[in-house]
């Protein structure tokens, strides 16, 4: 193996000189004492290698010793990342002692003595390749396919494949024979690169499927699908992190990541403290049995801050090859472009806007497309839905990252400031907001069994009311209440009966917090009826008064579960009070 | 200040206004140093070229300078001595009392692991109710105010301080004028508090970027009392607007391609590992917790400015203060302000009805803000509008203003109270049970 000697310092990029090959990306080990220090080579000019170290480089001197490994970042893959806690480098969080994380402490991810009841699937004889299922393991319920390791080329038959029976992840679970009838021994681990997109699958169709969040404001009003890609840009105060848990809390997947990415580590300690006690709507089995989280919160180096989301997206890619349907939530997307400003500053490249890389939107779009739906190799479906968050600097939207962004992610719910200082949660502007999908035909052809075929033209009314309403709320700010006919302030009540009841949603509250499909349904027919009927009012004032009690009503059935004796007996109400003042059709 | 073994180095071979350069071996990346006695660190080492930044400026020093290295990066002796004591930006007594004994901590130390974090839970009573009604504080967490230079942030932080019961107050100033260094000194003094409290200290006086030493030093006493003597810690940094200038000067005379309003890229990144030194420990590690309150001055109110921009995405909230021209008094702001913390205990550790009301109760100060605009604007009021300018008077008078000093259960009944005397029930649009055991009969 390669070896070399440190010649310069600073920050973390250190300068090696070498005395053989080495590759971009290559992983390395620096030396400060009997310490370790994991770094990654980023550049190589003539024998100086550069590499951004993983640690802090406090005391490290020139001439201390680097021994390189021959491989780039690599995550390690196998039956038991389940409800684990790890850093942006996989390193078992748990597994670490001490209150203070030590540098150069590094584990293997995976619990080596834990067996795990497998059985086959191939048979002797079969010819398989690269992710094609050996056998399963059980892992919380979800079935852990043991596959032929992505690095494999070409094709292998099936020499011997192990009995139903309990195993640990190291033992020989399969023997493969390849085209030169060279045999290799299949454990239940394998290890992928982290910046390799895993590319073991058929085809990657658009995504067509509604991924169901218990969001009204994103599943009725601008819906995410399975394999989709979206983003959250937002200022900060806006509710940008309580929404990306409501959403990893409640999301039909049936394995969510979150990438805490250079984010608060007291946000990444309220999951691991929340996700153990909370069931999943779904299964009604506890949160954590589903959830890997790759915590790498702020304070914590910045350059695996970076490797971060590229662990997090390899896990979620190798979940995928199973036939499972995986959910990653990044937080936040800039903190990561921002370590990558941080190590392009230090090497002293030609800066693009803002200090960034010149390249950062091609990273940014590369990274986005591992996203996906796919067909696997032998017909089955598996998905990547990828939602990232963007902390736009000073919450302009003009910035680098966000328009990186903008270009890949194919749903956009815009956090905004003025919605969150009225504490109109989520605060997702339901204008500025969209999704691509509803465009597609093959959404919309799903939607239609799924629901109905009214539904996206309902969905598509209730947000001309929306429309419709803010540009009369424009106008009554110019003219005044009393400079507008009355008619005026009804169609702009019918849009704050869809914002209260509809859009806005308490993420505190036990019941309103979760909204299934068929309640989204049943409140969005009601509230569309009250809005596409006229009513009898002769001054605006009335009409105020009036709207609020509906509003209120309809709120109060938020609150209540759904078709209980109260939610009915408030619809009862409710429907007195539309008959009030409702003109027959 | 060489000891015996230490080689001495007198070639240097590049100066500016921040660094000097000399050849030398064998040194550490982080390594204190001493240029003719002034206290200096490595920053930047290539080949046996090893550039050093002197923390006093660079004045004066000659060519032919004497450099000692310390072997060591910045520390801080830690012991229950610190108690009661003034430092500089080194961690020496400005007091005129003798150095303090202890355990020898280098500053700036590692992280700690976020699953060994517990989450907080703790409230923290300040008897302000722009805080504890809207924005209640709990330990663990970081928060800064976000002011303008012009206002009384100092005197509002040190009355949190000293109201919060916490077992030390660590002062971290920060480019604090002599005034508001005396002011500290005097507040915590007469109020007999004295023995709670560390400082460190650097003045408009000293040279600014000394002040680059200031948060680590106050966090590493700050930890060895949460860690080591399992307290309840309340550190209070002022003014951090003045650190991240102090960062911005270092990293340009390093020749750092700048990004947003000429500050460094790492900004991000160097603030969060000073925030994120705020924790709550659980109680299987003696239950310590460090608590942050910061203070940002804005320029000219623009929180979109790198600094409070980038503190805002790290903080567990921020507070503003508004001096409210109805009551004429100082309030905090109930519709920036934010405590991302407060769901943690509000209506956990308070009484239940107490997130609703808050909210409730902000929406109508919102509604009130609306009804202002339309009347400045000419147009008629409603009968709404009238109430909801009532209810925002009151509600600043009774509850907001900072000289307000009563508890939580007090805040929601004067509240309820409020509700009951200007609106229907159906206006304030709180869960019908809590309307139902609340609302005034």
Known sequence: MTTGKVKGIIANLVTVAVDGPVAQNEICYIFVNETRLMAEVIKVIGANVYAQVFESTRGLKVGDKVEFTGHMLEVTLGPGLLSRNYDGLQNDLDKLTGVFLKRGEYNFPLDEKKKWAFTPIAKVGDKVEAAAWLGEVDENHQPHKIMVPFVFEGTYTVKSIAKAGEYTIHEVMAVLTDADGVDHEVTMVQKWPVKKAILAYREKPRPFKLLETGVRTIDTANPLCEGGTGFIPGPFGTGKTVLQHAISKQAEADIVIIAACGERANEVVETFTEFPELEDPHTGRKLMERTIIIANTSNMPVASREASVYTSMTIAEYYRSMGLRVLLMADSTSRWAQALREMSNRLEELPGQDAFPMDLSAIIGAFYARAGYVYLNNGATGSVTFLGTVSPAGGNLKEPVTEGTKKVARCFYALEQARADRKRYPAVNPIDSYSKYVEYPEFEAYIAELIDKEWLPMVNDMKTYLQRGKEIQEQINILGDDGVPVDYHEEFWKSEVIDFVILQQDAFDKIDAVCPLERQQYMLRLVMDICRHDYNFDIFTDVIDYFKRVINLCKQMNYCEFHSPEFEDYRKKLDELLAEKQLKK | ?441
């Open chain 2, 1 to 441: 200040m060489a000891k015996a073994f230490q080689k001495i180095y007198t070639q240097i071979t590049a100066i500016t206004k921040a660094t000097c350069s000399l050849k030398a071996e064998g040194v550490g990346n982080d390594e204190l140093a001493t240029v003719n006695g002034k206290l200096a660190q490595v920053v930047k080492i290539i080949g046996d070229e090893v550039t050093l930044q002197v923390f006093q400026g660079t004045e004066g020093i000659p060519t032919n300078a004497e450099v000692v290295f310390l072997g060591k990066a910045p520390s801080l002796k830690v012991s229950d001595q610190l108690a009661g004591r003034f430092f500089n930006a080194y961690g020496e007594p400005i007091d005129g009392g003798p150095a303090v004994e202890g355990k020898e901590i280098e500053i700036g130390g590692p992280s700690v692991n976020p699953v060994r974090r517990k989450q907080p839970s703790e409230l923290i009573a300040t008897g302000i109710a722009g805080i504890d009604l809207n924005n209640t504080l709990v330990s663990g967490q970081k928060i800064p105010f976000f002011a303008d230079p012009d206002q009384p942030y100092n005197q509002v932080m040190a009355n949190v301080a000293l109201r919060a019961e916490a077992d030390k107050i660590i002062l971290g100033g920060m480019g604090l004028t002599n005034d508001d260094y005396l002011y500290f000194k005097n507040v915590f003094s007469n109020a007999g508090v004295l023995d709670h409290i560390v400082s460190f200290v650097n003045t408009t006086e000293n040279p600014p970027v000394e002040r680059l030493l200031i948060p680590d030093m106050a966090l590493t006493a700050a930890e060895y009392f949460a860690v080591e003597k399992h307290e309840k810690v309340l550190v209070l940094l002022t003014d951090m607007t003045l650190y991240a200038d102090a960062l911005a000067i270092v990293s340009n005379r390093m020749d750092q391609i700048p990004s947003k309003d000429s500050m460094p890229g790492s900004l991000y990144s160097d603030l969060a590992k000073i925030y994120e030194k705020a924790v709550q420990f659980p109680e299987e590690i003696g239950g310590g917790s460090i608590t942050i309150i910061a203070v940002t001055t804005l320029s000219g109110g623009d929180i979109t400015h790198a600094i409070p921009d980038n503190t805002g995405y790290i903080t567990e909230g921020q507070l503003y203060l508004r001096r409210d021209s109805e009551i004429g008094k100082v309030i905090v702001d109930p519709f920036r302000s934010l405590s991302r913390l407060k769901q943690l205990v509000a209506g956990k550790k308070t009484r239940e009805d107490h997130p609703q009301v808050m909210n409730a109760a902000v929406r109508l100060y919102a509604d009130a803000a609306n009804a202002k605009t339309k009347k400045e604007n000419g147009f008629d009021l409603t009968d709404y509008d009238i109430r909801c300018l009532d209810f925002a008077r009151d509600y600043s008078r009774e509850i907001l203003a900072i000289d307000v000093n009563i508890n939580t259960v007090q805040m929601l009944d004067v509240a309820w109270s409020l509700f009951g005397k200007y609106f229907k029930p159906e206006e304030v649009n709180i869960k019908a049970a809590l309307v139902e055991k609340y609302w005034p009969k």
